[in-house]
């Protein structure tokens, strides 16, 4: 998967050869999907080293006691195996002659072409497309289309597939199998401990040169499996069209829980009816504007300049792409995964990956998006108590991963093997990665202040801040000194496990705290209502006090004489070791192959960015020394072995007027996935690492941040850009921003209102 320039520039990702042995790779970032639904682009053929994955949002389930709740794979629509004078069609065998698979982010088209010859000699030119619908977040539509050089009879097998397992762990007891008219096939499946029934109906159309062939399938039905077969002689020349429309709805779909699943099969059957009558192109078509209307004509951004420019505007768009996948924009209830909905990968888990990386993409440019994600967090309140109580704390404790809404702390307990003493190695972030309780409470503020949505604010927004700082003020332990300290805990960092004082988590903690003390006033003052509610439920008063004495008494680390400002208590005092193997690594993780956790944690090395996250979020709080010497001290150290780093990294180097380090930093945060690294996305994208991708473009090179909630602009392009263009919504107006090298011109689009805004230094109004 080289870059190839032209095929960029019209917005395709390609693959132009095929590899039986790393199909995880395309699987994974040509997924399809629309937040409700995701498909890896796993083939219509059968290979050994495949990961066939369908995701529907929200739909946890947890396969026994010994493992965490995770979304299941649903049984697979996609496959449809060929017999061509009965060899089966598959490229790892026969002779492939020319072979091309893209997809389009512009239109969420996948295709793939190849000419192929069968060892018996028969040689066929093979047309694959698929498309999951943005417009109808049920339906899957594929079409191949097919020629050969001889007169051969073809054979076709395809329909439901329920053998499919989350790595070998089966989520689903086999439920009804049908098929209708001897045309539609229908299979309806339900999780083992959740008990959420998943109907899937598909539909095939068989058209041989434009004409239609009206044959009744041969039913073949199996154990977890249904599926037709067609016979069909072609003469060589003439043309083959297979079209399949399929579809999948489930029990925890809004609006359909109560119903019974008899009407859900009769929903999926009759959805079936409708796409196959729309037909292939018109789904296409009505898809592709619906990305138009969504993503593209909502939140354009542009970049020109150099060669390379036409890739950083691709990378851009391939991360707002898989963000519109990632995202079940239609359901409050449901929240993204670290993987998104295109693979396995951290169960489908939601961490503070949300909040912190996601969302100023969502706030800026979908802010209804951005509403539900953070209703989300509202609506899971029951797990975050339920965890706080547990570990004997009040107020919401949000889990460190979360799924379901109360199902709250989610985490596994073990992975991996210890390389030392060949043990399990227990993950601690379920238990002590506590920041993101305020990085939740981050998220809500962000929202509000960037949205203006009071109604927000006053149905969600003010509870949430309250009660996590009600979490924090009983989180906090006195110490010998009479301060406050936050013992033993993982930070972001999470090469440091059982630290105390890390420094990312006393600040974020102290300024949740504060937020809380300054609403209780607002809402004191002006929203006695509101006051009134929320006093009843969190006597606020008391409340309050307890948050004044905490702010004052909490200890917050301060910078060192270098300016410096240790990431925990530990960290400066830890040795130092040679790193030069690890900063060069080819794959991430190198470190934890040669050292066991216990070990790490005795090293002055990171993971990732910890303080650079703090000096990104409160960015007021902390003088540019400070940052300029911390960004130094720890980016040596720090082996970027999440893909949540570079962008930190990126932003805050633009930020210090370092422009090559910031592009060089930007370069590898959009290559995670687009990159040519064959394995690292086979488990799923890395979702984060493309709202990082954004905020390196808009926060970092575009200079966009909400500082103590005002607007500023301040625009630094790297060299290789002459032109940036993006827009970003502000309190309800939409503003197009465009800077140059020379200078910068915002305009304010929607103007039913003034937008008071810093450009670079001046205080304008729009
Ligand atoms: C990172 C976390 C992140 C998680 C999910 C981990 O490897 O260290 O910061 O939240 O992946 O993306």
């Known amino acids: ?85 009965g060899e089966r069609f598959a490229l790892d065998s026969g002779k492939i002659e020319s072979y091309t698979r893209e997809l389009n982010i512009k239109t969420g088209v996948l295709s793939r072409s190849t000419v192929w010859t069968g060892s018996s000699g028969k040689k066929v030119n093979a047309k694959f497309e698929r498309i999951v619908s943005l417009k109808r977040l049920h339906t899957i539509a594929q079409r191949i289309t097919l020629s050969f050089s001889n007169d051969v009879t073809v054979k076709i097998h395809s329909g439901i597939d329920g053998t499919m397992t989350n790595t070998g762990s089966q989520h689903f007891s086999d439920g009804d199998k049908r098929f209708y008219d001897k045309k539609y096939i229908q299979y309806v499946q339900e999780t083992t401990q959740s008990g959420i029934a998943f109907v899937e109906t598909a539909v095939h159309e068989l058209r041989l040169d434009d004409n239609l062939l009206e044959m009744p399938a041969e039913v073949f039905i199996e154990r977890r499996k249904v599926y037709a077969g067609y016979t069909i002689e072609v003469k060589s020349g003439q043309i083959l069209v297979i079209e399949k429309y399929s579809n999948i709805y489930t029990t925890r779909d809004k609006g359909y829980k109560e119903k019974d699943i008899h009407e859900m099969q009769e929903i999926s059957l009759d959805a079936c009816k409708t796409d196959i009558q729309t037909g292939y192109d018109a789904l296409v078509a009505e898809s592709a504007a619906q990305w138009g209307k969504e993503v593209w004509d909502k939140a354009p951004i542009s970049i020109e300049g150099v060669k390379d420019a036409v890739i950083d505007e691709f990378a851009v768009h391939f991360a707002q792409y898989h963000m519109r996948l990632m995202v079940p924009s239609h359901d409050n209830r449901m929240n993204i995964g670290a993987k998104g909905l295109s693979g396995e990968g951290y169960k489908g888990h939601t961490f503070w990956d949300t909040e912190i990386f996601l969302l100023p993409y969502y706030i800026f440019t979908d802010p209804h998006t951005a509403r539900k994600l953070e209703e989300y967090r509202y609506l899971s309140l029951p797990g975050a108590h339920a965890k706080a109580k547990h570990n004997g704390y009040k107020g919401a404790m949000f889990p460190w991963e979360a799924a379901w809404l109360d199902d709250g702390e989610v985490t596994p307990e073990y992975c991996d093997v210890d390389i030392l003493t060949g043990k399990p190695v227990k993950v601690w972030s379920g238990f002590i990665e506590q920041h993101i309780t305020s990085d939740v409470a981050f998220g809500v503020w962000q929202y509000a202040v960037i949205t203006g949505d009071e109604d927000f604010m006053e149905q969600y927004g003010y509870e949430l801040i309250m009660d996590t700082a009600i979490f924090w003020a009983s989180r906090l332990e006195e110490g010998k000194d009479s301060k406050y300290h936050i013992n033993d805990v993982v930070g972001p960092d999470e090469y440091r496990e059982h630290v105390n004082d890390n420094a990312f988590t006393n600040y974020m903690a102290h300024w949740n705290m504060k937020k809380a003390m300054e609403y209780y006033h607002i809402l004191k003052d002006k929203k006695p209502e509101i006051f009134a509610r929320l006093d009843k439920k969190f006597k606020l008063d008391e409340a309050y006090k307890t948050w004044e004495d905490r702010c004052r008494k909490i200890f917050l680390p301060v910078p060192n004489n270098e300016n410096v400002l240790p990431q925990d208590d530990r960290y400066l005092s830890c040795k130092d070791i040679d790193l030069e193997k690890y900063k060069k690594q080819e794959h991430v993780g190198g470190i934890t192959r040669d050292y066991n956790l216990e070990q790490i944690n005795q090293i002055q090395v990171s993971k990732q960015a910890d303080c650079l996250v703090l000096f990104f979020l409160l960015e007021n709080e902390f003088s540019q020394e400070v940052k300029k010497a911390s960004w130094a001290y720890y980016e040596k150290r720090t082996l970027h072995d999440s893909s949540l780093s570079f962008s930190t990294h990126s932003v805050l180097a633009s930020d210090m007027g370092k422009k090559k380090l910031a592009y060089n930093l930007f370069k590898k945060a959009s290559m995670i996935d687009l990159g040519t690294f064959m394995g690292s996305s086979n488990a799923g994208i890395h979702a984060a690492s493309f709202g990082g991708v954004w905020e390196c473009v808009v926060y970092g090179f575009g200079g966009v941040r909400m500082l103590d909630g005002k607007l500023r602009i301040r625009p630094t392009l790297p060299d290789e850009w002459n032109k940036l263009s993006y827009t970003i919504i502000w309190k309800g107006q939409k503003l197009a921003v465009k800077a140059t090298k020379n200078g910068i011109d915002v305009q304010n689009l929607t103007k039913t209102a003034e937008v008071e805004v810093e450009i670079n230094g001046e205080v304008c109004v729009l």
């Open 1 to 85: 998967m080289g870059m190839n320039y032209s095929k960029i520039a019209n917005w395709i990702i390609a693959e132009d050869s095929f590899n039986p042995e790393t199909l995880g790779k395309c699987e994974a970032i040509m997924s399809l999907g629309n937040g409700y639904l995701g498909v890896r682009s796993a083939t219509e053929e059968h290979y050994l080293n495949e990961t066939r994955g369908m995701f529907v949002a929200g739909t946890f389930n947890k396969f026994d006691k010994n493992e965490v709740t995770e979304l299941p794979n649903a049984a697979d629509l996609i496959a449809v195996d060929l017999f061509i004078d």
